[in-house]
């Protein structure tokens, strides 16, 4: 490993990344609560990162590979959470809860340890900002900034994979600070649309940030359920779709390529959705009692469980048929390149072609046969990637799925706490149970689920890997 290029990446993302602090210090000062909590992180993570990059200078030799960038990115969506977790630390949070609360955060998983009502308004917005940074990348952010750095693409695609590009090759610095403006312009559209709504301003904020970044973290313990409005649910819902789109494919529109309306992941990711709601609308109807009541509830969750992780109604006891169409959901996710999680619906379109290659194969085997999406023609490395990806990906799901089971979780809420940390979902089902009242090693789990899920695993598993093979890479 380049520990050298490791220290300077990490030096310079905390940088800027510790002025994060200061808009929820703002805040505490115009509301009269403790400005400490967050004064203390931003001059802590100032501090570590100049030291980071004085350091460096006498460690970083002239040779660097892909693998030092994406171990960069993992220890870097270490370092934040831990920095992140200190302003809870002022409010008398367990160190353990406040380092899940914050990693839930900035992973957009939405997970929660806490009571909201119990937050004072600085936090609240804290949670908030957390998951409105992650679900856009902090390391994403620092290339618009700090165009200079190295390996800037195998940086920009480790925070932020995608599987298929458009046909456009511009440069990251470029690409990131379109995708930035786009996303800082539909949070305050969802602001602002809220706010004509009804909601007071604080919500309003707090719930585009969310909104946008398909986070899931509210205001209110009871979630969206919290307004019972309909009109709020149908914005929230729709925004929250948009952020489970591949924002290549809004990069490309930029660029005037309409046809990537037609693209197959996008056609793909709203059948699903679409499905998904009859289906729900369907099942639940017995349940409900009225087919409004139904298709109003189950169109916000099957949207909301494949990116947002909002919630409207008591989905616990909707009935197995019901849960198993949302556990699909979680494992699916969004878009690739979106803000969404899950194994993505591009891989699902792939894996379904390779399938079907190898059926054709047997039946022909004189047929020369290729995947293709779209007008590519996808190499056997590409696909061997996407296979290998989703066997490591339904590995782990199973694995943390009966380690929960082994700590006394049973298994209905095992296998949807497993699935929506390595969805980054958020919501689970099973039981009432309080996430707090988890023990260390099922607090541990998750937080890795939602670690390896938010990167996609690679990065996580060669910082693994570093770091027991030591000498070997």
């Known amino acids: 490993m380049n520990y050298g290029y490791i220290l300077k990446t990490n030096g310079r993302v905390l940088l800027p990344f510790s002025l994060a602090f200061l808009p929820p210090l703002a805040i505490s000062l115009l509301q009269g609560e403790d400005f400490l909590p967050f004064l203390v992180p931003f ?46 630390l002022f409010y008398s949070v367990d160190p353990l809860n406040a380092f899940f609360e914050s990693f839930s955060g900035f992973t957009t998983t939405g997970m929660s ?27 994403v952010l620092t290339l618009i900034f700090l165009p200079s750095m190295r390996k800037r693409s195998v940086l920009f695609h480790a925070e932020h994979p995608v599987v298929v590009l458009p046909k456009v090759k511009p440069r990251i610095r470029e690409v990131a600070l379109v995708i930035f403006q786009l996303y800082l312009l539909l949070t305050i559209l969802v602001a602002i649309v809220l706010l004509a709504l009804g909601l007071d301003i604080f919500n309003a904020l707090n719930h585009a940030l969310t909104t946008i970044s398909t986070g899931g973290f509210s205001t209110s313990s009871e979630s969206i359920a919290k307004f019972n409005d309909i ?156 296979v290998a990806f989703f066997i490591l990906y339904i590995f782990i799901f199973f694995f943390s799925s009966l380690l929960l089971t082994l700590m006394g979780c049973n298994f209905e809420t095992s296998i949807s706490l497993s699935a929506s940390s390595i969805g980054n979902v958020g919501p689970f089902f099973g039981s009432s149970l309080n996430l707090s009242e988890l023990n260390f090693l099922s607090k541990l789990v998750l937080i890795v689920n939602m670690w390896v899920g938010r990167l996609e695993i690679i990065p996580v598993f060669m910082f693994l890997l570093s770091l027991t093979q030591k000498g070997k890479w």
């Open 43 to 88: 001059l802590l993570s100032f501090v570590v990162g100049s030291i980071l990059i004085l350091f460096s200078r006498e460690k970083e030799p002239e040779m660097f590979t892909e693998k030092d960038a994406y171990i960069s990115v993992a220890i870097i969506w270490l370092l934040m959470p831990i920095f992140g977790s200190i302003p809870f």
């Open 113 to 139: 340890v806490l009571v909201p009502e119990l937050l004072p308004k600085s936090i609240l917005f804290w949670r908030s900002f957390m998951q409105w940074l992650g679900g856009f990348g902090v390391v």
């Open 231 to 386: 009109r709020i649910e149908a914005v929230i819902a729709f925004f929250g779709f948009i952020g489970g789109v591949n924002f290549a494919l809004i990069y490309a529109l930029t660029n005037k390529q309409l046809r990537s309306l037609a693209d197959l992941e996008l056609r793909v990711y709203t059948a699903l959705v679409a499905i998904a709601t009859l289906t729900l609308t369907i099942v639940n109807l017995d349940y409900y009692g009225d087919l409004l009541e139904s298709l109003r509830f189950s169109a916000f969750q099957a949207i909301s469980f494949t990116a947002m992780g909002f919630t409207t109604t008591n989905f616990n006891d909707w009935s197995s048929s019901a849960k198993m169409v949302i556990l699909v959901l979680m494992l699916i996710g969004g878009c690739s390149g979106s803000t969404a999680g899950g194994l993505k619906v591009i891989r699902f379109i792939i894996l379904f072609k390779y399938v079907l290659m190898e059926i054709y194969k047997l039946m022909e085997p004189r047929t020369v046969r290729t995947v293709k999406y779209g007008s590519y023609v996808l190499e056997k490395e590409n696909v061997e990637e996407i």
